[in-house]
């Protein structure tokens, strides 16, 4: 069975500090599909980045950065000096080559001020 | 246009109504989904369209009936509805049904059942 874990319930952070989101994930496929999504407080997702299993090259892309380790599992958020605007709740999804997409728990994320 | 646009916003309804949500997409994708999230929650597949034909039905009670007019349209008729389906309901967008698409979601409808 397919299972996507968000250990991290809700993190809170001072503006400008770094933060990481994990994200552990279950598959027996050896063919799947890895996002992050982002839902602020008006509510709809906001892709962010994908990557198939077959590519574990680690993308940066502004302050975001993510981490993905076949041999581990995970495919880890990193956001370098982290602002308000990134306030939000963040989803870790997986999908294999059919219709479903399997999302862990989310992490919300506090960025103070 | 990128926008996935879901009318209306807000619905409040009592046990006994009929209302329906309506989800419109102009990216000419071919898959157009239903999605639920309670509060504090992950969204939770409801319906999967494929080329304007139902393809994943996630056991959902009779008393959500979707419907997709067109390839831009996703409609979800609620009738009889309990207290406890009161939720955020998204509706998403991908070009294919194909595991690397991304997919596209509209801001949802917030529905309280009263």
């Not at chain 1, 990557?51 to 380790?69: A, V």
Request: proline residues 4%; glycine residues 6%.
């Amino acid at each position: 069975a397919q299972k996507v874990t968000q250990a991290q319930t809700e993190i809170s952070v001072v503006e400008k500090e770094d933060v990481t989101l994990d994200c552990v994930y279950e598959t027996r496929d050896t063919t799947y599909y890895l996002f992050w999504y982002k839902q602020p407080p008006s509510g709809e997702l906001v892709f962010l980045i994908r990557r198939n299993s077959f590519d574990e090259q680690n993308e940066i892309s502004g302050r975001y950065s993510w981490n993905f380790q076949k041999s581990t599992s995970s495919f880890n958020f990193t956001i370098t000096a982290s602002q308000v605007v990134d306030s939000a709740v963040y989803f870790c999804a997986l999908r294999d080559g059919g219709f479903k997409t399997i999302f862990g728990a989310g992490t919300r994320l506090f960025v103070k001020a | 246009d990128t926008e996935v646009t879901q009318t209306p916003k807000h619905l409040v309804m009592g046990m006994t109504n009929k209302k329906s949500l309506k989800c419109e997409q102009h990216m000419g994708h071919r898959a157009m989904y239903w999605y639920k999230q309670k509060a504090k929650k992950p969204p939770e597949l409801m319906f999967v369209y494929s080329y304007e034909k139902l393809s994943i039905n996630e056991s959902v009670p009779s008393r959500f009936s979707p419907e997709c007019p067109n390839s831009s349209l996703l409609n979800l008729h609620l009738h009889a509805l309990q207290p406890e389906d009161s939720a955020l309901y998204l509706c998403a967008s991908s070009q294919e049904t194909g595991g690397f698409e991304k997919l596209f979601f509209g801001s949802g409808t917030q529905l309280s059942v009263l």
